[in-house]
């Protein structure tokens, strides 16, 4: 059914029968019920806890110093946290929390190609959010401090990546900055 037919269709319900749609759909769909929750009391706080307990449990996946994280996943967690509309800050500190989480599990796991190419698309998609939401020197002044050799982030090769893909992609985009 399309968005407009389902319009349609509940334009023609009274309000006890959307109330009794809405809570069927609160029972029956965990998701609907998180939405609902955060639509009637929105803590973007609290939502992001359980966004990064979810992320950190993904990125401690691992077998024999190898990551087994899958940025799939990682993916659709973003994801599902952007269907909140949290705003336009609080997405920028989501999507830096998993480049940040990244880096700092590099420490103690080697993440596979996919991960790390994964993790720079990430990157990539903060920078264009920044951009299209007016915080791109927030977005470049924090991609400095994490990718920066001493930063404490980042050591090894994951860093690297990031910094030579993220001055790619300003160059693609026509964004010269001296500092980099």
């Not at 109330?19 to 029972?27: H, K, N, Q, V, W």
């Not at 939405?35 to 990064?52: I, Q, S, T, W």
């Not at 691992?62 to 996943?73: Q, T, Y």
């Not at 967690?77 to 989480?101: C, N, R, S, T, Y």
């Amino acid at each position: 059914m399309s968005r407009t037919a389902l319009r349609r269709e509940l334009a023609t319900f009274d309000r006890d029968q959307l109330a009794r749609i809405i809570l069927d759909i609160y029972d029956c769909n965990k998701a609907a019920k998180d939405y609902l929750e955060f639509f009637l009391n929105p803590d973007v706080g609290k939502l992001r806890a359980k966004f990064d307990r979810a992320l950190f449990k993904e990125l401690k996946r691992s077998k024999w110093g190898n990551s087994k994280a899958r940025i799939s996943v990682i993916r659709r967690l973003l994801k599902d946290f952007l269907g909140f509309q949290p705003g336009a800050e609080a997405v920028h500190d989501a999507m830096l929390g998993v480049i940040v989480a990244a880096l700092a599990e590099e420490h103690y796991l080697d993440y596979p190609k996919t991960m790390t190419e994964g993790v720079a698309g990430i990157m990539e998609q903060m920078v264009d959010h920044a951009f299209a939401n007016g915080l791109p020197e927030k977005a470049l002044a924090d991609l400095d401090r994490i990718l920066a050799p001493d930063s404490g982030y980042a050591t090894g090769h994951m860093r690297r990546f990031l910094t030579s893909r993220l001055n790619e992609f300003l160059a693609e985009k026509g964004i010269h900055r001296s500092a980099r």
